[in-house]
């Protein structure tokens, strides 16, 4: 009984780890491609988000249009994760370069597990200190 207790429970946590990294590539992919719609799939409903120097706490549409305007003025080249690690609240954020035809740009995003699936609760798209 303690085997098969043991063993449903290492499947549950591959499980989670495995959703939660599936979550992370496809939020990647959509900051890659400049897909807002795909990328505000993931929001909260409210999603705390900061585009360049422009914060605030928006609905998943108007985040969305924001995001959307961004990439439209910044179109992605490429997107490369640099660090990741995990909150004290035990959120898993993520912080890389996002690599435009404009310039680089710090991007931060942090997933939150709601019920069973991962979303992202911030997403921040800051000026680089410099350019690479």
Avoid at 28 to 41: E, I, W
Avoid at 92 to 113: A, M, N, P, S
Wanted: aromatic letters at 10%; hydrophobic letters at 40%.
């Amino acid at each position: 009984m303690n085997r098969f207790v043991l063993l449903f429970t290492t499947v549950l946590l591959a499980l989670g780890l495995h959703a939660q990294d599936d979550v992370k590539e496809k939020v990647v992919q959509a900051m890659r491609t400049g897909n807002s719609k795909d990328l505000a799939g993931h929001f909260i409903p409210n999603i705390d988000l900061t585009i360049k120097e422009t914060a605030d706490v928006y609905s998943k549409a108007q985040a969305e249009q924001i995001v959307r305007k961004f990439f439209n003025d910044n179109p992605p080249v490429d997107l490369v994760i640099e660090h990741s690690g995990v909150s004290k609240l035990g959120d898993k954020y993520f912080i890389g370069i996002l690599r435009t035809t404009t310039g680089y740009f710090r991007v931060t995003f942090f997933l939150k597990k709601t019920d069973t699936v991962f979303q992202v609760k911030q997403l921040r798209i800051e000026n680089s200190k410099n350019d690479f």
